[in-house]
């Protein structure tokens, strides 16, 4: 899960702790990671104070150097993930049927600033295990690719990440169409809203589940 950025439209405010309905945006997110049955860990990728109590098992890290860009996230999160020790989903959380063989293959990448994304997870697996050769499965709002909500294949991720690596010597500002560009990817229309993203505090109002924006007084 990306984490970090510098959040200029909210006023610097950190978005993994903006409030929606009393709870942090982050806490939203992770909920609904829990919710869907899918996933066994989670790579929270930003600074060490977004973490936040987590329903699932939770690995935390920083790109190098910090504010790298959402690409240079994914690889911090993707090599955090690749390195730790297997992990079990907490008890009371029940994993769907397919997760055993979903999850080792399959990465997902969702951003803290969607506090509904998760709702789409689903969908977005089984579009993608309906379609064995492509590299990954995004949601699509407005006609618009969300490459920053999607689940992809590990070995395509990683394979892409090397590659751009190496023809750019660093992945700090390397932007996300030129590392995902080139896949194959399933389309999962988003037709509930659950891709709306919070840039700004006025995309928090349209949420309509506003409690502490924690904005300045007007």
């Given at each position: 899960m990306l984490a970090g950025g510098r959040a200029r439209r909210l006023d610097g405010a950190a978005k993994p702790h903006v409030l929606l309905d009393g709870r942090e945006l982050l806490a939203h997110v992770l909920d609904g990671l829990a919710a869907s049955g899918l996933v066994r860990r989670v790579a929270v990728v930003g600074p060490p104070d977004v973490a936040v109590p987590s329903p699932v098992p939770l690995v935390q890290v920083q790109e190098d150097p910090p504010f790298g860009g959402p690409v240079a996230g994914?690889?911090?999160?993707?090599?955090?993930?690749?390195?730790?020790g297997p992990a079990r989903a907490p008890?009371?959380?029940?994993?769907?049927?397919?997760?055993?063989?979903?999850?080792?293959?399959?990465?997902?990448?969702?951003?803290?600033?969607?506090?509904?994304?998760a709702r789409l997870l689903p969908a977005l697996v089984d579009a993608l295990q309906g379609a064995p050769a492509a590299d990954g499965?995004?949601?699509?709002?407005?006609?618009?690719?969300?490459?920053?909500?999607?689940?992809?294949?590990?070995?395509?991720?990683a394979d892409a990440l090397g590659a751009l690596a190496t023809e750019r010597g660093e992945l700090t500002g390397a932007s996300v169409r030129g590392l995902v560009g080139g896949f194959d990817l399933v389309r999962v229309d988003d037709v509930t809203g659950a891709s709306a993203d919070v840039d700004t505090w006025a995309d928090l109002d349209a949420l309509h589940r506003p409690s502490d924006k924690r904005r300045p007084s007007d």
């Open positions: 994914i690889a911090a999160g993707l090599a955090v993930l690749d390195t730790a008890q009371g959380t029940p994993l769907r049927a397919d997760a055993a063989r979903s999850v080792g293959d399959l990465v997902a990448v969702v951003a803290c600033d969607v506090p509904g994304g499965a995004c949601a699509r709002a407005e006609g618009r690719d969300q490459w920053l909500l999607a689940v992809y294949r590990r070995a395509a991720l």
